[in-house]
């Protein structure tokens, strides 16, 4: 009895280990890319894309990133773009640049990481009409001339000089869409500073950023001459941590990556 149980237990044993695991689904999506007939750099991206940890290659980007370019099809309809000059600033992957280009505008994207730079260009090499350079956005860029409009996406609160930035902005265009992060005040001349980890992909190039209150964006828009529309609205929102339609408190909080405003400028 003993011995039929202890051969029934191995007999067990090496069932079980003659069977191999299933691979993880990392080991699946490698054997898929690798068997595939994917270019040498299609596979790079594919593979580049799902070993980072950044934000910038996180699904909550993506979400966020499909919300606001929905919202400026909404504000400009789909056929304004064709033959435009499109500039995106601070454009990480050139996403939304490529899109807009995919849409018949000649698009310029600057984004301050050589590395980010690469890695875009490669991702987006067939698409047509999207140039995407190098450049420190603390600087000037004026050099690249005039645009019909400039996207102006998470970037503002990375940038240390925000008046001379802006200042360069408002006279490259009569038209800016733009996001960013505020401190919760109504001073119009509040602005927080706030040092960020040059270290991570997605934040300020200096290791200093700011806080500006939304009445202080608003101020300087004014003050170049334009006129603003207030998108501070939900269906911009991304689960709890991207929020357009909050309520001010006035506790001078610089707002985490949560609090954010949204305006559509255009020459008065
Ligand atoms: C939060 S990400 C936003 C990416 C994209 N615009 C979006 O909204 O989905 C900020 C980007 O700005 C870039 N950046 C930060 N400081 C910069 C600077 N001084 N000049 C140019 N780019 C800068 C970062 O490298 C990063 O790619």
Redesign the pocket.
């Known amino acids: 009895m003993l011995d039929r149980i202890k051969r029934s237990f191995n007999g067990l044993r090496s069932l079980v280990r003659s069977l191999r695991p299933l691979p993880t689904d990392f080991e699946r999506f490698q054997l898929l890319v690798f068997t595939s007939t994917m270019t040498p750099i299609d596979r790079h991206v594919a593979l580049y894309m799902a070993t980072r940890k950044d ?2 290659f996180a699904v909550s ?1 993506a979400h ?2 499909t919300k ?1 370019i929905n919202k400026i099809l909404e504000l400009y309809g789909m056929d304004w773009f064709k033959g435009k000059r499109v500039l ?6 050139s ?2 640049g490529a899109f807009f280009a995919d849409l018949g505008a000649e698009v310029i994207c ?4 050589q590395e ?1 730079v690469n890695f875009a260009r490669l991702k987006h090499r067939n698409v047509p009409r999207l140039q995407i350079e190098q ?4 600087g000037d860029f004026s050099h690249y001339g005039k645009f019909d409009l400039i ?1 102006h ?3 503002l609160y ?2 240390k000089n925000v008046d001379e930035h802006m200042a360069r902005c408002f006279a490259m265009t009569d038209s800016m869409i733009m ?1 960013t992060v505020v401190c919760d005040s109504q001073d119009p001349h509040k602005m927080l500073l706030v040092p960020e980890p040059k270290a991570v ?6 290791g200093m950023g700011s806080r500006p209150s939304p009445f202080y964006v608003e101020r300087l828009g004014t003050e170049a001459g334009f006129k603003f529309d207030r998108h501070f609205t939900a269906d911009l929102n991304f689960e709890d941590r991207f929020i357009y339609d909050w309520p001010h408190q006035n506790d001078d909080s610089h707002g985490d990556w949560q609090k954010r405003r949204f305006w559509r400028f255009d020459r008065a």
Do not use: N, P, V
């Not at 995106?88 to 992957?93: F, I, N, Q, R, V």
């Not at 600057?110 to 990481?113: A, I």
């Open positions: 934000a910038i980007y966020w990133r606001r995106e600033l601070g454009s990480a992957l996403d939304i600057l984004e301050g990481r980010t450049c420190d956005l603390e996207i996406f998470g970037l990375h940038i996001e992909l997605e934040q300020s190039l200096h």
